[in-house]
């Protein structure tokens, strides 16, 4: 991932808001499961959103976020 995931996770939502699709619901959790922050940067300024859209979207994707976050990483 790159700098420009942060607009991009608020523009999905974005996107949501106007259009609910399973498909932009499935890009924003897997945002959420990468092992990079952008996603959580971008959370940031859309938890409300994503709670009036539907009230499970922000558990979700903070789930998949610290599933990702405590993975055991073997050396």
């Known amino acids: 991932m790159n700098d420009g995931y942060p607009i991009a996770f608020v523009g999905t939502t974005l ?19 990468d092992d990079h922050p952008a996603a959580a940067q971008g959370f940031y300024y859309v938890a409300g959103l994503l709670a009036a859209i539907d009230e499970r979207l922000p558990r ?16």
């Open 15 to 33: 996107l949501l808001k106007n259009r609910f699709e399973m498909g932009d619901v499935h890009t924003l959790v897997e945002a959420a499961g």
């Open 60 to 75: 979700s994707v903070l789930s998949c976020a610290f599933s990702a976050c405590g993975q055991p990483a073997r050396q």
